[in-house]
């Protein structure tokens, strides 16, 4: 008995040795960061040492905050955000619904080529994608920065997953009991569906806020620009400017940091949810 009380304690040593390695290596990027952005002239500190002992300056953040382009570009990524994060909750759940509960033609061959989009790189179809929203007239649009996006795969495919785990008989009862399938499948499932749906909302809006390869091909005038493209135009040919780059990437990290900090427990339930069903 002592010596597997022993082992436990060891394992568990063992275990917070490691998460604190994981958590110090994930964190100093984002201390660098920020230590970065409180500095009036960054480049001249070589060390983390040198930074951490430097004056401090929040000179950077205002000149961000004060800029006009960096408040549109902060409001272009929230409505952006949160258009393709609504749509994805609702046509993933619609589609993810049909390949689990309904049968169609070719719904194998259909649903083998959702699993076949999530191998493409998105590199691949960079020039197939930019002609057709060329040939729509989207380039420069809110068109092209959510209409390509407000369904994918993945979501597809983890809605489907979590919804062939819920138990088809409360349906049943429900078709019985005269209730439509629009109740069904709002009323019903969708509640049930609620972890899976959170997991996904967070997942596709994080996605798009930190998006900078389509975004940055379908736009070329300030308007449209999403806060990841704005940010680039700080690398210059000769120089970078460290100083309102690492601000305006601080202030673009908070909203991620506080949706992380307001929903962890939905997303754990979320991912951990369709591995305790049966």
Known sequence: MDSIVRTTKLHRIIVGVLLAIVAIGMAYP??????????????????????????????????????????????????????????????????????????????????????????????????????????????????????????????????????????????????????????????????LARPVLTVLAIYVFLSNWNSFLFPFLFTNDEAHRTLPVGLAFYVGKQSIDWGHLMAGASISALPILALFMMFQRRIIEGLTAGALKE
């Open 30 to 191: 984002m201390v660098w960061m920020l230590l970065l952005s409180l500095r009036a002239v960054p480049e001249q500190y070589g060390s983390l040492a040198d930074l951490m002992f430097a004056p401090t300056t929040t000179s950077n953040y205002t000149d961000a905050l004060g800029s006009d382009d960096f408040g549109r570009y902060m409001l272009n990524s929230v409505i952006v955000g949160t258009i393709v994060t609504a749509g994805n909750v609702l046509f993933c759940f619609l589609v993810g619904y049909a390949f689990a509960r309904r049968a169609f033609a070719f719904k194998a061959l259909l649903f083998a080529t959702v699993l076949g989009v999530l191998i493409i790189p998105p590199h691949v179809v960079m020039i197939p994608m930019y002609k057709l929203m060329a040939t729509l007239g989207w380039i420069n649009t809110y068109w092209a920065l959510i209409v390509p996006w407000l369904v994918t795969p993945f979501g597809v495919f983890l809605v489907r997953q979590y919804v062939a785990s819920l138990p088809a008989e409360l349906e049943d009862a429900a078709r019985i009991d005269g209730a439509g399938e629009w109740y069904i499948l709002f009323g019903i499932v969708m509640p």
